[in-house]
C-alpha cells in the first residue's frame, strides 16, 4: 500500500461508516445495516469492499439515486418463493429485513428462492449466504454489475463481474463458504491495484485494443476484464446475468449501465438467492455426515484449505493488528 496509512479498531470501522453514510442521507435503520456489512468486510480483511466502499456508498447517497430511508417490502409471490422490493436502497437493509423470514421459509418448505429486486448491491456476497447456513441452510446467491467483462471471445465489456457465492452448514464451526467474481479478478482489487500503483497478473484483463495488460488503469479505462478459466468462466458470468436480472424482473448489466447516472455507486439490480433445508432433502435415515468426510478428506492433502478459511484467519490477524487504510481514504470518508 502506497503512502500514509492510519490504523484503526474494529470498532472505529463502524462509528466512521455510520458517520458517513448519515451525513450523506441514510437514516439510522438503514445505515446500520450498511455499516454491519462493511464492517464484516474489514473484520475478515476484505478491503475491497470495507472502508473502500464508503465514498461510493454515500456518491449514491447524496445524488438521490440510493434511498437512504428505504423501507424493504416483502410478499410471497408463490408458495416457496419470497419477493422483496428493496424500495430503491441498498442491499443490506433488504437483507436485514427479509433474512429471518426467508429462513423460516425454507425450514418449512425445504428449499425456497428470495427473488431481491430493487436494490443497489456493492458488498460481498457471503455475508447473506454465510448468515442463512448459520441458521443450518444451505445456500446460493448471485448477482450482476455494469459491464466490466468480455464474454469469451470478444473484447468489449458486457457481463458484470457477476460473483456467485456459496456456503454450506456444519454441525460445529464456521460454515464452510466461497464467494468469487466470475471475472478472474474482483473490479474493486482491480482499483485497490491502480490505487496503490500495482501491477495485476496477467489474465486479468485487456486494454481498450484488446491486448492483454498488466495495466490496472488500462482495464479499468476503455479496457475490459476477463472471465476466469475463458469460456466457463464466461458461461457462468451468462448464467449470473439471467438469474440476477431476467428471472427476477431486474437489469441485465447492460441496462443496468444505460440508467446508471455514474455517481460512483453501484448500478440498481436484482439478487438471487437459493436456499436449501439439509433436514428436508435428505432422507431420515442418512445423517449428512459424508459432507464432513469430504472436508476432512480434502484437509488430510498438505497445502489444502477449506473455502473461507482465509477469511477467519485474515480476521484473527485483524483482531490483533486493526484496521489499516489509506490515510487519503480517511479523508474521503470523515465527516
Excluded at 448519515?22 to 462493511?38: F, K, L, P, S
Excluded at 442491499?91 to 431481491?116: N, R, T, W, Y
Excluded at 470478444?154 to 468469487?180: C, H, I, K, Y
Excluded at 439490480?269 to 449428512?288: H, N, V
Amino acid at each position: 500500500m502506497s503512502g500514509e496509512t492510519v490504523t484503526l479498531k474494529l470498532d472505529d470501522v463502524k462509528t466512521i461508516a455510520k458517520a458517513a453514510l448519515m451525513a450523506a442521507g441514510a437514516d439510522n435503520a438503514n445505515a446500520e445495516a450498511i455499516t454491519h456489512t462493511v464492517w464484516m468486510a474489514e473484520r475478515d480483511g476484505c478491503a475491497s469492499h470495507g472502508l473502500f466502499r464508503i465514498p461510493g456508498y454515500c456518491g449514491s447517497l447524496r445524488s438521490g439515486k440510493v434511498n437512504g430511508t428505504a423501507r424493504p417490502r416483502l410478499e410471497r409471490s408463490a408458495p416457496s418463493v419470497l419477493w422483496v422490493d428493496g424500495d430503491g436502497g441498498y442491499s443490506p437493509i433488504a437483507h436485514k429485513s427479509m433474512l429471518d423470514d426467508f429462513a423460516e421459509l425454507v425450514h418449512a418448505q425445504g428449499v425456497a428462492l428470495a427473488a431481491v429486486t430493487n436494490t443497489f448491491h456493492f458488498a460481498a456476497l457471503w455475508p447473506e449466504v454465510e448468515m442463512l447456513s448459520k441458521r443450518g441452510l444451505a445456500a446460493i446467491a448471485c448477482t450482476s454489475y455494469k459491464p466490466t467483462v468480455a464474454p469469451h471471445g470478444g473484447s468489449r465489456p458486457l457481463f458484470g463481474t457477476n460473483p456467485l457465492a456459496f456456503s454450506w452448514p456444519r454441525p460445529e464451526g464456521d460454515p464452510v463458504t466461497f464467494d468469487q467474481a466470475s471475472a478472474t479478478m474482483a473490479r474493486g482489487d482491480i482499483q485497490i491495484h491502480a490505487r496503490d500503483g500495482k501491477p495485476v497478473p496477467l489474465g486479468v484483463g485487456i486494454d481498450k485494443a484488446g491486448s492483454e495488460t498488466r495495466d490496472p488503469n488500462a482495464i479499468l479505462d476503455g479496457g475490459a476484464q476477463l472471465a476466469f478459466g475463458g469460456y466457463k468462466g464466461s458461461s457462468i458470468a451468462m448464467m449470473v446475468e439471467l438469474l440476477a436480472g431476467p428471472l427476477l424482473g431486474e437489469n441485465l448489466s447492460l441496462e443496468a449501465a444505460e440508467t446508471d447516472i455514474e455517481d460512483g455507486g453501484p448500478a440498481r439490480g436484482g439478487e438471487f438467492i437459493l436456499a436449501f433445508d439439509p433436514a428436508k432433502t435428505r432422507q431420515p435415515s442418512k445423517s449428512g455426515g459424508n459432507a464432513e468426510r469430504l472436508f476432512q478428506a480434502m484437509l488430510a492433502q498438505e497445502g489444502v484449505r477449506l473455502p473461507g478459511e482465509g477469511r477467519l484467519r485474515r480476521r484473527a490477524e485483524v483482531a490483533r493488528n486493526g484496521v489499516v487504510i489509506p490515510r487519503s481514504l480517511m479523508a474521503q470518508i470523515e465527516v
